[in-house]
């Protein structure tokens, strides 16, 4: 007998990059099929159209997509917040179907103040002037998540030893990367302070954390969703109170996604996505 799901007021996710060797899609889909949220906000870099190849789609990639439409056949409130990977889906900012909309920021209400969500890519300043650099960072990132994937495997079959995150110790270990997360809270804090929030929710930098800011102009509880390469953590809003959701991926062993990997033409993942999205209507 299945165990019974999680009730969730709302759920935030970001930076899951479907489409990318990194993505944990498959533990993001029993993550998803174990709770039952009342409203969802995908906050950015959903689907990475930055790297995306039709050489790579994954069966678990795809389900993750449909599980988000079935939320919306359900009419739960599913809101997408584009990041800097998916930011073509910006020109479809106010689109609505049912359920679903696109917007670039959101304001939400809650109980004891306002809570400001969006992706956070505009306090990034490669973005902002240097996207091609931003690009190249993409590519060696996942390219940095692949040999880690592979450091993992051996010292899990060989060594007994846990997953390591080697972006995690290089962020941390390395002076200007701690400084820009400092920087990027600090001036998302202030902001939303100057504005009346009680919370900004952001994603974009991968670091998932909930924490308290005194700014000039009261308060602010930081929050970032975290991410589904590295943290495999989500936001998750019950009974008045936000809290971190991780995955444990040290709980289960690795699978190999070899024999899932699908080759479609792009027109063909389309057409896949039309199919699921009239369910909805």
């Given at each position: 007998m299945k165990p019974p799901k999680r009730i969730v007021e709302i759920l935030v996710l970001s930076d899951i990059h479907l489409g990318t060797y990194g993505c944990h899609a498959k533990e993001l889909y029993k993550y998803l099929k174990s709770i039952e949220p009342k409203q969802v906000i995908l906050n950015g870099d959903i689907i990475d159209i930055w790297q995306f190849s039709k050489r790579y789609w994954p069966k678990s990639h795809m389900r993750v997509i449909k599980q988000f439409i079935a939320w919306m056949s359900?009419?739960?409130e599913v809101v997408y917040i584009p990041g800097n990977h998916d930011e073509m889906m910006r020109r479809f900012t106010g689109f609505a179907l049912g359920s679903f909309r696109i917007e670039n920021k959101l304001?939400?209400?809650?109980?004891?103040?306002?809570?400001?969500?969006?992706?956070?890519?505009?306090?990034?300043?490669?973005?902002?002037?240097s996207k091609w650099l931003a690009k190249a960072g993409a590519i060696g990132y996942d390219s940095l998540i692949q040999i880690n994937r592979l450091v993992n495997f051996i010292a899990n079959r060989v060594f007994g030893k846990g997953n390591?995150?080697?972006s995690k110790k290089i962020k941390n270990s390395v002076k200007s990367?701690?400084?820009?997360?400092?920087?990027?809270?600090e001036t998302a804090t202030g902001i939303a302070a100057e504005n009346g929030y009680k919370y900004v929710i952001c994603?974009?930098?991968?670091?998932?954390?909930?924490?308290t800011y005194n700014t000039a102009n009261g308060d602010v509880i930081y929050l970032n969703s975290g991410d589904w390469i590295e943290n495999l953590t989500a936001l998750e809003y019950t009974n008045d109170s936000w809290e971190i959701y991780q995955y444990d991926i040290n709980g289960e062993a690795e699978e190999e996604e070899v024999n899932e990997i699908e080759v479609r033409s792009s027109k063909e993942l389309f057409n896949e996505l039309v199919t699921e999205f009239k369910l909805v209507v």
């Open positions: 359900q009419g739960i304001s939400l209400k809650l109980p004891d103040g306002k809570a400001w969500v969006f992706h956070g890519d505009v306090f990034d300043v490669t973005m902002k002037y390591l995150s080697l990367a701690v400084k820009f997360i400092n920087d990027f809270e994603g974009h930098i991968h670091q998932p954390i909930i924490k």
